[in-house]
């Protein structure tokens, strides 16, 4: 069992001593309460938002460092309980009454600490980190492609698909048709998947492969520090001219869209909207089309929407050939349902719907008052 759920299997035991109900659980996997994590904490936040609108009145933890340990965070869980009457108990840190001064200054003093102990741990993993990359030595986790689960020894069929893949690149090819043919040869990526645009150019560019000099007989490869560049334990393949040419022909093979599809819907139809175009075989594409900003020369942009010719593993499944102007086609559709909502048959549709709805909540509330 691990140790996540064991925490929350305490916390319940918690809740039975204490005879509070649960009726939540919030947790933020994979993203540390520290003081130096930047990342969003979004359960975090929903706890705060559902303890002030009063969904919830106790909040249990495993320790006081398990919600968090930044003292600024500290000061909303004591707003928390100075305005709503929030209550916190914690299976393995003391509990104090946050609506008391005496309990204020025990949670301070805790998040104080906790914070300390946060930034000395941090202080000595990065100083780990830094001695093994001075060392040349491997920083662990997945099998780097190219090279066996110890990131030092060459497997050689990997390596070919490099090398040959790097002059490939600096030749010209774009990267479009080296996912294709990766993957039309069956030659995955270290853990086994698919090829796309993404990864491939994550791993070109990484430094690993690059010899740190080429004057060293051995020809040791580079570990890559954010100090800076060491000569790494493993081989490397390819020299640093080769490594720059090959940069450059990335830049030179860039397109001119702004980065990624758009989320959300910034886009009214991105995704919904089908390309009227006609494939190669003289069917019709209906493909989604999706919205991107495609970035002039004069530094404007056109944000319209386009037939998405291949899929994110290089294949084929549209004719990739349409554009749409996304203001003219939002106005068009926009007025076209707006239309549609004002004519007597929706609104004879609606009221129907909403009668429906009444009726439903009057049986509800009678079945209530009967219980």
């Excluded at 994550?202 to 560049?229: L, N």
């Excluded at 640093?240 to 702004?258: I, V």
Aim: with cysteine.
């Amino acid at each position: 069992m691990s140790g996540k759920k064991k925490q929350e299997e305490d916390c319940r035991r918690l809740a039975d001593r204490l005879g509070v109900r649960v009726v939540g659980v919030y947790k933020d996997n994979d993203i540390s309460a520290s003081t130096r994590t930047k990342r969003k904490r979004k359960d975090y936040q929903r706890l705060l938002g559902d303890a002030s609108t009063g969904f919830l009145k106790v909040v249990l933890a495993y320790t006081t460092s398990r919600i968090t340990r930044k003292p600024r965070e500290n000061e909303d869980l004591i707003e928390l309980a100075e305005a709503h009457g929030t209550l916190f108990f914690y299976v393995a840190s003391p509990d104090f009454d946050l609506n008391t001064a005496s309990g204020r200054m025990i949670a301070r003093i805790l998040a104080a600490k906790d914070a300390g102990e946060a930034e000395e741990t941090a202080e000595r993993v990065a100083r780990a980190a830094l001695q093994r990359a001075e060392a040349g030595k491997f920083h662990g986790g997945g099998r780097p492609y190219g090279y066996e689960k110890d990131g030092v020894t060459l497997r050689d069929s990997e390596i070919e698909e490099y090398e040959e893949g790097v002059r490939r690149l600096i030749g010209g090819e774009s990267q479009t048709a080296m996912v294709r043919r990766l993957n039309d040869r069956g030659s995955l990526t270290a853990e086994g998947a698919l090829w796309t645009v993404g990864n491939l150019k994550r791993m070109f560019a990484k430094k690993r492969y690059v010899i740190y000099d080429d004057s060293d007989p051995e020809k040791r490869g580079t570990r890559e520090h954010q100090t800076g560049e060491y000569r790494a334990e493993w081989p490397g393949v390819i020299t640093r001219a080769e490594y720059e040419l090959m940069m450059a022909r990335f830049q030179q093979h860039t397109q001119p869209w702004a980065h990624g599809l758009s989320n959300g819907r910034k886009y009214l139809l991105s995704g919904l909207a089908r390309c009227g175009g006609v494939l190669a075989s003289g069917d019709p594409c209906g493909t989604a089309m999706y919205g991107q900003a495609r970035k002039r020369d004069n530094g404007t942009s056109q944000r319209r929407y386009r037939c998405k010719g291949l899929d994110n593993h290089a294949r084929q499944i549209g004719c990739g050939k349409v554009f749409r102007d996304a203001a003219a086609l939002d106005e068009f559709v926009t007025e076209a349902v707006l239309y549609r909502l004002d004519s007597p048959e929706v609104a004879r549709a609606l009221a129907s719907e909403q009668d429906t709805h009444q009726e439903y909540r009057s049986c509800h509330a009678v079945w209530n008052g009967s219980s």
